[in-house]
């Protein structure tokens, strides 16, 4: 028996929807990665740059080539203090 042709319309409407999707998805990582590819595989080491990266530049993909880091680099940590709450 032959596929009608009727199923062929939501069939496109599907397949449409997948990739509207996807590229929607792909075009908000890409413009949240500051217009580079996405990062995958990423390990400790790869966290520590990213978190150095943005104390530095103020972006995660950002990078800097100043010889000297900025003077705000030097206050400015990644351990947050935790202040107890005395209820």
Do not use: C
């Not at 009608?4 to 319309?9: K, N, Y």
């Not at 217009?35 to 990266?53: I, L, S």
């Not at 206050?75 to 947050?80: E, L």
């Amino acid at each position: 028996m032959p596929v009608p042709f009727e199923a062929l319309i939501p069939f496109g409407i599907i397949a449409a929807m997948f990739t509207v999707t996807g590229t929607g998805l792909n075009t908000v990582r890409y413009f949240a990665n500051d217009r580079k590819p996405a990062r995958f595989n990423v390990d400790v080491f790869d966290k520590a740059m990213m978190e150095r990266d943005r104390r530095l530049t103020g972006s995660v993909r950002g990078q800097s080539s100043d010889p000297v880091a900025p003077a705000a680099f030097a206050t400015n940590s990644v351990w947050y203090a935790d202040v107890p709450r005395h209820n």
